[in-house]
Nanobody, 123 residues
Framework: QVQLVESGGGLLQAGGSLRLSCAAS????????IGWFRQAPGKEREFVTA????????YYADSVKGRFTASRDNVKNTVYLQMNSLKPEDTAVYHC????????????????WGQGTQVTVSS
């Protein structure tokens, strides 16, 4: 069992930066790939990034590549999402999730989800 709690969301202007955190409980946290997904009002949930259990590999959606960076600290059981150069289209509820599946880009591959944190970027 893994429980996930996101934090760090907020309201900011375009061009700003924000760091989200995903704190996990569970002794096997380090074995899971952690993904970030987001969902804007009226839109489907979309993949943002995933970082493998080792922390050595991470993958990004084209829309955030070069602006967002995922990292993890397996000692603190926490994954971070550093978001720079934010745009209004980044506005969404951001969720972290955990999976052992290799299909990290599919939301249905994930077994555990956090409740989400709101990010709002104004123009």
């Amino acid at each position: 069992q893994v429980q996930l709690v996101e934090s760090g969301g907020g309201l900011l202007q375009a061009g700003g930066s924000l760091r989200l955190s995903c704190a996990a409980s569970g002794r096997t946290f380090s074995r899971y790939t952690i993904g970030w997904f987001r969902q804007a009002p009226g839109k489907e949930r979309e993949f943002v990034t995933a970082i493998l259990w080792s922390g050595g590999d991470s993958y990004y959606a084209d829309s955030v590549k070069g602006r967002f960076t995922a990292s993890r600290d397996n000692v603190k059981n926490t994954v971070y999402l550093q978001m720079n150069s934010l745009k209004p289209e980044d506005t969404a509820v951001y969720h972290c999730a955990a999976t052992m599946s290799p299909y990290y880009y599919r939301d249905r591959s994930y077994d555990y989800w956090g409740q989400g944190t709101q990010v709002t970027v104004s123009s």
